[in-house]
């Protein structure tokens, strides 16, 4: 099973917020935190496109990296359900890839400060670009909370499952195609105990 992290996993937007405000203070340059953490999922980047000239973020995405364990892990707090998400795949014998576009360093200080413990990590993929790693996992299905997911579940050969806890409602998730959609983590094992038997009869 593949999971997403931010927003999916692991409450990600007070830290974050408050990490784009101190890159603000610390470059001299107007970022606006809490309007980025409204709109979590593509990468970093790209998101600093935003606010700053190509030439100059190299040097903020370097920086932003550096800060993140000590500004943005410390806010970072579970999504409802996620550990019970967790825990009904591990249950049932199966095995827990978390593909996200946050850098790989980043992502695991995330997952160990909230002890959420995964077979596998691979970051900095977005989109289809995670594909790759799904598939060479052999995940079934690829939870995760934005319509880019939805991309890279079909790219892995997966089932896309998402969860309204992002930028996007149940119905854009719906319109985008995903397989399923649960409001949030909390529903996750239920859903899971039924796909599992229902796969188990075909």
């Keep these: 099973m593949g999971f997403d992290l931010d927003l999916t996993l692991a409450d990600t937007r007070a830290g974050i917020a408050a990490l784009y405000n101190a890159l603000s203070a610390r470059l001299g340059v107007p970022i606006d935190g809490e309007l980025v953490a409204s709109r979590l999922g593509p990468p970093l980047e790209v998101e600093l496109a935003n606010w700053l000239p190509p030439e100059q973020i190299p040097v903020a995405a370097d920086l932003y990296r550096e800060m993140y364990r000590d500004i943005a892990v410390p806010a970072t707090t579970l999504m409802p359900g996620a550990r019970e ?54 995940a079934a299905a690829y939870v995760g909370d934005h319509v880019a997911d939805i991309e890279a579940a079909r790219a892995g050969g997966a089932a896309s499952v998402t969860v309204a806890t992002g930028p996007y ?30 796969i188990t009869q075909k």
């Design 85 to 138: 998400a967790l825990e009904a795949v591990r249950k049932a014998g199966g095995r827990i890839i978390v593909v996200t576009g946050k850098n790989t360093r980043a992502a695991r200080d995330t997952l160990d400060a909230l002890g959420l413990k995964v077979d596998a990590l691979e970051g900095s993929l977005f989109g289809a670009a995670k594909g790759a790693a799904l598939a060479s996992f052999g």
């Design 169 to 198: 409602t149940a119905g854009e998730l719906r319109d985008h195609g995903a397989d399923v959609v649960l409001t949030d983590l909390t529903e996750f094992a239920g859903w899971f105990d039924l796909w599992r038997a229902t």
